[in-house]
């Protein structure tokens, strides 16, 4: 479901306030209309694309902090996350992106999730691994932000966003999946003591995920902080895993005032109604693609 402004409250550029934006989601059933709120909170009021890419890039060092997973995506060093890390994160944030602007059960949805579930197939993946990506997606972007003392997802933006990547996973046919976020929460704690474990794999995959991201937004005198930045917003058990460096005060306060700075200013800034991860990590990069065109490719060597 795509996001429309409501009747007189976007201007003519198509454009409107965050306050506008939280107005509307206050109106809305975080159960019958949680597509439509997960769309509104992740991307129109929160896709901004440094914010997005941080998320993402701690997201993907939780789920290569499992060995299991970190030896699948890296493919003894010709894993596409470290030949052409950038635009493999591109290509999964694209999949999000047209799930986000037309919901799972769509005809564009559905067909995003087909061409997912054939990727999929090519790899030996667990159950219990599906799940706790689904996890990460659910639960990260609340679960990340809120130790620096910043709410920006209400209870009902959470609910929402739980319930809408929960009928994504269905969609991925993921079994045993948990019937409220608070039982998936539990769940993954126990994963995450159970199956966390120092691995090579997911060593190198995280250092190439570090860079990445300090080579898209931080400026280049900034960029050897870029371990200590991640770091940063990382869980401590994650941290262990991937031996990251414990930051500094000076940036952990750093990271922590431009959170708040970014949760102080969110109901008075002017967002595009239109926003969609689509464009900015696909489109405006790549140009138009198909869900085909986009992700692994069995045999050819030239994608990320």
Known sequence: MSVQAAPGRASSTGRMSGAQVRRRIAVLDPERDADEIARLSLVTLHGHDAFVYLLFTVAFMKQVAVPTMARILHRRGTGDILRHTAKRNDDTIVFFGH???????????????????AIHAHFPLRNIDSLYTLSTLALDPHDLTAPFGVQLFSDAEREAQFRFWRGVAVGQRIADLPADRHELARWAEVYEQAEYAPSAEGREITAALIAAFGERHLPPPLRRLTPQVIAAVSPERLRRVHDLPEPNAAVRAAVASTLRAYAATVDVRRVAVDRSFVTSFGDARYGPRGPEEVGYQRGRRSVG
């Open 99 to 117: 799930l986000l602007d037309h919901g799972p059960t769509s005809p564009v949805g559905s067909a995003w999730i087909e061409r997912m579930n």
